[in-house]
């Protein structure tokens, strides 16, 4: 039965805005709200759902309708749910562990975990993801089950399998026998600009939301190539010019400062790790407006691992993860007094998934405040991930993508480690209350 309802004597909202029964109405009540991150957090508030999405925002704590699923959250700082711009769902094995695990697990493996890696970025209070990464399909396939409602997991922007040149970052014959090359399939490998474009094809064609690209060596790759550029100017400008031709951004996995000049003047959307920014580097980003995504808390990952197995990297990648180490962080002291866009990435995959919010206190570290950082979650990551109609703050229309934390994350962003209630499109995921 179609309903109109008054919710408050005291407040104006005596309007037919809800088309469904009673019973699919949730209000929350927070103690305070910080609905659109970059604007200061409200005090007292009430959020009332319907159908998934965000029907108002009411000043002070409403009871509401009769029959509302009422939420207290009055003690609680709630705020929308965070967005990862970078994470690897299909693994968080590294180092030689990640080559063991490429070569025995079957596809029915990878995809219970990634099953349960979204799980676990869910209940960190991440409700959004992009996945820049993904050999098997296993993401695209959980993106479309997550998209239906028949698997409460986090939204996922997903880009199907990265694109590099022969040899480059994305190769995956690199550190195996060579007669085992032949069974590993590298459509994503391109050489020349015909190539490279028929190679974005083959990934629109498996119905990817975005791109992804790399022009430069990385750290976990097994080649002796060093992190500097290893694609020609024509070739970056056909993986970028074809991505966009099918409306698809590119995000663009970059080291050194030559890879990453080359993918902002070609028209990246967005610069991954960017580890060995130039002034170049800075005047290309707010020249495209492209994002940088720092992802500083792979150096968690690495330095857990070496503590656990100090031979858990072989000799010449354990070379870059040092390095790595050594120099994170310095790159966004640059960008960020710059006014270059920050968006909030973490490569969970490398670190590990369920502590993407460790991403935060490093980016504060390096210079960000804490309203800055979560912007670069909400609004910022949003407005990448070309979602920004749905999520990325709590408005009237948007998708009811709802966190909550004990404590002011203004204050000390440390307590977003701790989320202690996640709502994803007005579902329950995690009520610790």
């Keep these: 039965m179609k309903t109109a309802f008054l919710l408050s004597a005291a407040f104006v909202v005596a309007t037919p805005l809800f088309a469904q029964t009673q019973s699919q109405v949730t209000v929350i009540q927070a103690g305070h709200l910080l609905d659109k991150p970059g604007v200061a957090p409200r005090g007292p508030s009430t959020l009332v759902i319907a159908d998934g999405k965000i029907v108002q925002i ?20 709630v705020l929308p749910g ?12 590294g180092g030689n562990a990640a080559l063991i695990e490429e070569v025995t697990s079957s596809d029915a493996a990878t995809a219970y975990r990634t ?10 209070g991440f409700t959004t993801v992009r996945n820049l990464g993904d050999s098997s399909g296993a993401t695209l396939a ?4 997550a998209a239906s409602g028949e698997i409460l997991a986090p939204r996922i922007v997903d880009a199907g399998r990265s694109i590099s040149t022969t040899s480059g970052h994305m190769d995956g014959t690199l550190s195996m026998a060579e007669d085992l090359h032949a069974a590993i399939n590298q459509e994503n490998l391109c050489d020349g600009v015909e190539s490279c474009r028929h190679a974005i094809r083959m990934q629109v064609r498996r119905g990817v939301d975005v791109i992804k690209i790399a022009t430069t060596g990385g750290v976990n790759s097994r080649i002796g190539a060093g992190l500097g550029r290893q694609i020609f100017d024509d070739e970056v400008k056909a993986l970028v010019d074809t991505a966009h031709l099918y409306h698809k951004k590119v995000a663009v996995h970059a080291h050194g400062d030559d890879g990453i000049n080359a993918a902002l003047a070609a028209g990246a959307d967005s610069i991954e790790h960017g580890t060995m920014l130039n002034d170049e580097s800075i005047k290309l980003f707010k020249k495209a407006g492209a994002y940088y995504v720092p992802t500083l808390s792979t150096v968690n990952g690495y330095i857990e691992r070496l503590k656990a197995n100090p031979n858990a990297y072989a000799p010449d990648v354990l070379e870059k993860v040092k390095w790595r180490i050594s120099v994170t962080g310095k790159s966004l002291e ?24 460790d991403e935060f206190e490093l980016l504060v570290k390096h210079g960000m405040t804490p309203m800055a950082a979560i912007e670069a979650a909400t609004v910022n990551a949003a407005a990448l991930l070309g979602v920004d109609k749905d999520v990325g703050s709590l408005e009237p229309g948007k998708a009811a993508d709802i966190i909550a934390v004990s404590g002011d994350p203004l204050a000390d962003v440390t307590v ?18």
Excluded: C, W
């Design 416 to 433: 977003l480690k701790s989320v202690r209630f996640v709502m994803k499109g007005g579902q329950i995921a995690k009520d610790e209350k």
């Design 115 to 124: 099953l349960g890696n979204a799980t676990k970025t869910l209940l960190a």
């Design 82 to 93: 965070l967005i990862d711009s970078h994470v690897h769902l299909e693994s968080d094995a």
């Design 334 to 357: 640059k960008a960020y007094p710059a006014g270059v866009k920050i968006a909030f990435g973490t490569d969970a995959g490398v670190s590990k998934h369920g502590r993407n919010a």
């Design 58 to 77: 009411l000043p002070g704590i409403v009871a509401g309708p009769a029959g509302a699923r009422v939420i207290d959250l009055s003690d609680k700082f």
């Design 142 to 145: 959980l993106r479309d089950f």
